[in-house]
């Protein structure tokens, strides 16, 4: 990765937001601002260029592959729009009918593909530390859409956007993030961005969501007792129970599995939840007057938050997902923009490095049937760790 400076942008990889200066987090954001105009596609990204008539964006000619290994709505369709609205060519690449099911490992996946012709890669995993094991493989920018628990940078970067529109500042701030905190690589994001930016970040549930946080190395304010810390809130954070990335649940006939732990599960009551925690329109009331709600979405309406609070004229939600395409934006072309000033400035090498012995476990690892379906070695797992910052 290239080094940073403090005047501008010089990462060709956007992995997460432990790595990053308060200054390279300000960067990406005044960008995404610029971008905001032509992330709703209401003026064409073309304009950027430009005097008219020019049609290519900034990202013309230039190829980004979603390599998506886990669910997504909104950050595969916003990475999709984003680079579309550039002037990029989009490949959707869909795991379930890949050669990820005939046991090709991701690297190789990736290799194969970038081999063709790639200019960047957005990776959603659910292996903690896959994207920067992807980076350390291919030549090309790679943009971390999510990787297990760890970080979601561009789902951070949107949040601090639509904060700043809203409150007009990002130090001083006292943000609630509230829920599934254990399993949420949102959360993870936002404490590394907003402590670095000069706000408090309160993680809030019951203590089986506050455990496990012992990867995070930055200091973690934590409370079971959502209604004692709203008074001191600018903002407040709603997750989602992120069910599937319990290890294991029992279903509970309707709706979402939740009562009882099994083995590996969590502890926890729906019913018992949604009383604690639930963010209604009486709690937002004790909120700081104007205070804010996001979601990074999906919401479970009528679990975490109510329609009330989640329709109600206090919810950014959708605005979020608005800053969401600026910010993709802005990430993915100064990205490419630093890849492609590594590629000018590079002598004429092989299409594809050498991978390093540490990325070699994970290209040719077959330690068990579920990791060998998704591409990852069981080696994968401990990457995230030393690679926190990725
Ligand atoms: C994520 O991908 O982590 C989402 O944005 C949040 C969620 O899944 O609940």
């Known amino acids: 990765m290239a080094k940073k400076t403090p005047a501008g942008w010089t990462r060709k990889h956007l ?6 200066s308060a200054g390279e987090i300000r960067h990406l ?3 995404a601002e610029k ?15 430009g005097k008219p008539p020019v049609p290519p964006g900034p990202l013309a000619n230039r190829t980004v592959l979603n390599l998506f290994c886990e669910d997504s709505t909104r950050t595969r369709t916003s990475f999709t729009l984003a680079a579309e609205r550039l002037g990029a060519r989009v490949i959707q690449f869909q795991a379930g ?6 046991n090709e490992t991701l690297l190789d996946t990736a290799r194969n593909i970038e081999a063709m012709g790639l200019d960047a890669i957005v990776i959603r995993h659910p292996d903690r530390g896959a994207p920067q094991a992807v980076a350390e493989a291919v030549n090309c920018s790679v943009l971390n859409a999510g990787d297990d628990a760890h970080e979601h940078p561009t789902q951070a970067l949107l949040d601090f956007l639509a904060m700043r529109h809203k409150l007009g500042r990002l130090d001083g701030l006292t943000v609630a993030i509230v829920g599934d905190i254990r399993h949420s690589r949102v959360a993870r994001s936002n404490l590394h961005g907003l402590s670095k930016l000069g706000s408090r970040v309160i993680f809030v549930g019951p203590p089986p969501f506050l455990e496990g946080l012992g990867d995070i190395a930055a200091p973690v304010e934590t409370s079971t007792d959502l209604e004692a810390v709203l008074p001191e809130c600018d903002a407040v954070m709603m997750l989602r ?3 599937e990335r ?3 649940n029992v279903p509970n006939g309707a709706g979402p599995p939740a009562q009882h732990p099994a083995e590996g599960g969590v502890a926890f009551d729906l ?8 963010l209604t329109a009486k709690r937002l009331a004790r909120a700081k007057p104007g205070a804010i709600v996001l979601h990074p979405g999906p919401i479970n309406r009528g679990l975490e938050i109510t329609d009330e609070v989640a329709d109600g004229p206090q919810s950014v939600i959708l605005h979020q997902v608005t800053c969401g395409v600026a910010v993709r934006m802005a990430a993915l072309s100064l990205c490419v923009g630093a890849l492609e000033r590594e590629r000018k400035s590079a002598k004429p090498s092989p299409l594809t490095p050498p991978l390093s012995r540490s ?3 994970l290209s040719t690892g077959h330690k068990g049937r579920g990791r060998q379906k998704r591409g990852l070695s069981r080696e994968g797992r401990g990457r995230g760790k030393s690679s926190a910052g990725a």
């Open 15 to 20: 992995l997460g937001l432990e790595d990053l």
């Open 271 to 278: 019913e018992d939840y949604k009383r604690g925690y639930q």
């Open 29 to 31: 954001l005044d960008a």
């Open 359 to 361: 990325t070699q476990r």
């Open 35 to 49: 971008f905001l105009p032509y992330a709703t596609g209401t003026r064409p990204a073309r304009a950027l260029a």
């Open 241 to 243: 129970v992120q069910f």
């Open 246 to 248: 319990h290890e294991r």
């Open 97 to 102: 009918t890949s050669s990820l099911k005939k």
